[in-house]
């Protein structure tokens, strides 16, 4: 069993994956060939929003709308205890302070009501000024947007939605990657729509900031001409090999994966029900593209022991994630440290992820159940 079986998917779609990427050998247009424009249109479309400005990755995409809004030195990001390290990387490479807070125990996203209470803090130390919620649609389901743009309001903050493992998912049926004032997603291989290498892309209904991310991808372009650089930029663009295999896969996703990955949720959920596993929990009038299915442990069960017994029996499992984001080592010494995040701690240690993918079968996820109802 594959815990992402991409060579599966690779075998369903390989006709037109293949005659993508022979066009694209042929026509020798590497970089922003047609293919790229083609695909932030039609990305545009799917998640609603008027510019899609693809990049070279989910972590390059935040970089480029900090960069874009001038977030620096002095200057508070709010993220998430629970997340992937990139979420808190970016706007500390920036110069920035990231703030970490803690999560809701069912959904593993940030906790609107700690959300506050931490931008208060931060605006009465006075130390750094809050600017940008960096919000994350964990696992595939979207953050509190209704109540994380309320906040934004209220206390006049940016939001930036990292939707690196949440495209495809929903609110009230308005899609992820369109709540953020800026949103970005990732389309590294295993994540809910993913390319054949690293590829990213940023979303916004802004005309400036759009504009202002195509100039910082490409070096700090002029708008009319490559070779005229006013900023300093990065270099940062989707290869057109891997807009013309997103292309494929952008049509699956929409026309049946996104549609079957709930069905194995679901199958998960009823095979799972009589067990003492936490399921994952996704809120009413919310929909997830479940990036992962992620269960938390009871505290008696030795985790490393159980995936050891699950590998035996040829199941893969993974830990998203180990440690929360304000231990990580690279924040050592910064005021990053200072976080109040129980709830992350006590995730870190109980959560597995199994396996899951718009492929997998109700023989392997029953096989998958059966072979946690015995180990824990
Ligand atoms: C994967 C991921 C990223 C980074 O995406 P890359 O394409 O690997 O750079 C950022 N944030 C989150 C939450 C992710 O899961």
New binding site residues.
């Given amino acids: 069993m594959e815990f992402r079986d991409l060579k599966h998917q690779y075998a369903v779609l390989k006709e037109e994956i293949d005659k993508n990427i022979s066009e694209v050998c042929s026509s020798a247009r590497y970089i922003s060939g047609p293919q790229v424009k083609e695909l932030e249109q039609q990305l545009a479309e799917y998640v609603g929003v008027k510019h899609c400005v693809t990049c070279a ?6 970089t480029l709308a900090l960069k874009a809004w001038g977030i620096g030195k002095d200057d508070a990001v709010f993220v998430p205890d629970f ?2 390290f ?2 808190g990387e970016c706007p500390a490479a920036e110069g920035a302070t990231p703030i970490f807070v803690d999560v809701d125990e069912r959904t593993f996203n940030i906790d609107p009501d700690k959300l506050e209470l931490a931008i208060i803090k931060v605006k009465s130390e006075g130390k750094y000024t809050p600017k940008v919620v960096a919000a ?3 696992f595939g389901q979207p953050a509190d947007y209704p109540r994380i743009k309320e906040i934004c309001k209220k206390h006049d903050l940016l939001l930036l939605e ?1 939707g ?2 949440g495209f495809g998912g929903s609110i009230n049926g308005k899609m992820a990657c369109s709540f953020g004032d800026i949103s ?1 997603t ?3 291989p295993a ?1 809910p729509l993913g390319c054949y290498g ?3 892309a940023i979303f916004t209904n802004n005309d400036e900031w759009a504009a202002m991310l195509r100039s910082l991808a490409v070096h700090g372009k002029n708008a009319e001409n490559k070779y005229d650089n006013i900023r300093l930029g990065m270099n940062s663009r989707l290869d057109t090999i891997q807009a013309a295999i997103l292309e494929v896969k952008l049509k699956a996703f929409r026309e049946y994966e996104l549609n079957d990955v709930n069905k194995a949720a679901q199958m998960y959920n009823e095979a799972l029900k009589d067990t003492n596993l936490v399921l994952p929990l996704v809120k009413e009038n919310f929909v997830s593209s479940w ?1 992962q299915y992620t269960v938390q442990l009871p505290t008696s069960v030795d985790r490393n022991a159980l995936q050891t017994k699950l590998k035996e029996q040829g199941i893969p499992s993974m830990v998203y994630y180990m440690k929360p984001m304000h231990i990580q080592g690279a924040f050592a010494g910064t005021d990053s440290v200072n976080a109040d995040c129980p709830v992350t701690e006590k995730l870190c240690k109980a959560v597995l992820s199994l396996p899951m993918h718009p492929y997998i079968t109700k023989e392997d996820i029953n096989a998958v159940a059966e072979a946690l109802k015995i180990n824990i």
């Fill in positions: 990755n989910g972590t390059d995409a935040l997340t992937f990139s979420t994350v649609d964990l990292d690196a493992q970005t990732s389309f590294f994540k690293d590829g990213g990036a």
